[in-house]
């Protein structure tokens, strides 16, 4: 099969997240559910090997594009692929630990201050129901927006740009955490690396 999407490999090591994340759900995190994500979307592209050229944002911006016999399989997986894909980046060790600069700008005009897009993103995250994501994207008009998605349901496919998400599926955070979802989305702050969001915004 020609271009086959890949697991990208974690570009730090499965502890350097600790005491927010611990290295053993890093593990399984990236090594099998991510991993299960590239399998299952490479398996759902096989009959439709024309998909293997494209970028899975490209994909799921145009999920329409996708025969509709595998079209759920690659929102699911292709969403998955590339939410995780993000989301180590997003928390990689480093970085600032606070918005600066014209991100801060942008997002305190959105939301008021840093305080209130913490309360407003926390907020999201703890009432999406199930699985899925909080997000901070820019709609496609440039401005920045919260809200959570369900599943693996990406901001691209909303024709928006994801500038930071967080994973609250079970498996991230479950066991560390257990049920205490707040105690992660708390947690999360303490890793988030502004310096990647901010590249982020800055390519949009
Ligand atoms: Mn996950």
Redesign the pocket.
Known sequence: MSNQFELPALSYAFDALEPAIDARTMEI?HDK?HAAYVANLNKALESAPEFFDRKIEDILRNLNSVPESVRTAVRNNGGGHAN?ALFWQMIAPGGAKKPAGDLAKAMDAAFGSYDAFIEKFSNAAMTRFGSGWAWLVLDGNGKPQVYSTANQDSPYSEGHLPLLGL?V?E??YYLLYQNRRADYVKAFWSIVNWDVVADFFKAA
């Open positions: 995190h559910h995780h994973d599926w498996h991230a």
